[in-house]
């Protein structure tokens, strides 16, 4: 069996952890350096790094940081936020991420997921899908959760997996950041209806949560930040108590 994986997220603004709820009203939550060594000691089993200004700011992820954060870390991590070129990847990769995120760029131009995907694998190509239930659909949203587009989020999930995503980061916008708990619905919706992995992303409250998450969806990951960063729930715990109620986690 595939054991399940837990990945804090840090997303970064201006050099520093932030976090919000419902995609607004950010607050600092410390060195991303020293908040993911933390976590690499913690048992996380992997780190996601999200730039979440660079699309709006039209700007490049920072690799300086990349390079920080490799030269610290041993686990696998993913980068993402205003990649939209063969050449970003390539000196993302270089500079030592394992994977990297595309969003806006992969909706605004579908063919760069296949151009990513033939040049460095689809192992390490995560299509981010940020969505949102609105008049009875889910929509896709980009630009940090800014803009609908006229994508509904299983169709658009389809069709990443079809150009060669290897792995699909499903946020919940209704979720984020709210600790009510995953979306089970549109996450249990898109694990069932595509073969490549989904990290379940917004709305972690406790460890029960992610319990229900890996119990009740197909989801291979999951992924919370604020729970995390502020200590309201601790990584050898939560695993501890997903071995405990027999989920297979690594």
């Known amino acids: 069996m595939l054991k399940k994986r837990i990945i804090p997220c840090l997303d970064i603004k201006d050099g520093?952890?932030?976090?919000?709820?419902?995609?607004?009203?950010?607050?600092?939550?410390g060195n991303p350096i020293e908040l993911a060594k933390k976590y690499e000691n913690d048992g996380a089993d992997e780190l996601i790094f999200l730039d979440i200004t660079a699309t709006i700011e039209k700007r490049k992820t920072f690799v300086d940081l990349v390079k920080e954060i490799a030269r610290e870390l041993s686990i696998p991590f993913t980068v993402g936020g205003g990649i939209s070129t063969v050449e970003d990847v390539r000196k993302l990769l270089e500079a030592g991420a394992d994977k990297i995120s595309i969003n806006s760029s992969a909706v605004k131009n579908p063919?760069?997921?296949?151009?990513?995907?033939?040049?460095?694998?689809?192992?390490?190509?995560?299509?981010?899908i940020d969505t949102k239930f609105v008049d009875d659909s889910d929509w896709v949203h980009?630009?940090?959760?800014?803009?609908?587009?006229?994508?509904k989020?299983?169709?658009?999930?389809?069709?990443?997996?079809?150009?060669?995503?290897?792995?699909?980061?499903l946020t919940s916008m209704d979720g984020?950041?709210?600790?009510?708990?995953f979306d089970l619905r549109i996450t249990k919706l898109i694990?069932?209806?595509?073969?490549?992995?989904?990290?379940?992303?917004?709305?972690?409250?406790?460890?029960?949560?992610?319990?229900?998450?890996?119990?009740e969806t197909k989801a291979t990951a999951a992924l919370a930040a604020s729970?995390?960063?502020?200590?309201e729930v601790k990584i050898p715990d939560l695993k501890n108590e997903l071995k405990a109620k027999k989920t297979a986690v690594r």
């Open 16 to 29: 520093t952890t932030v976090k919000g709820i419902n995609f607004e009203g950010l607050r600092n939550a």
């Open 111 to 128: 063919q760069l997921i296949s151009d990513l995907s033939k040049e460095f694998g689809s192992q390490c190509i995560v299509v981010a």
């Open 142 to 151: 980009v630009k940090g959760g800014r803009e609908i587009t006229d994508l």
């Open 153 to 169: 989020a299983l169709d658009w999930a389809k069709k990443a997996e079809e150009l060669g995503a290897g792995e699909i980061l």
């Open 176 to 181: 984020d950041g709210t600790k009510a708990g």
């Open 191 to 215: 694990s069932e209806n595509v073969n490549i992995p989904v990290i379940a992303s917004g709305g972690a409250g406790k460890i029960e949560d992610f319990e229900t998450v890996f119990n």
């Open 227 to 231: 729970i995390f960063h502020f200590g």
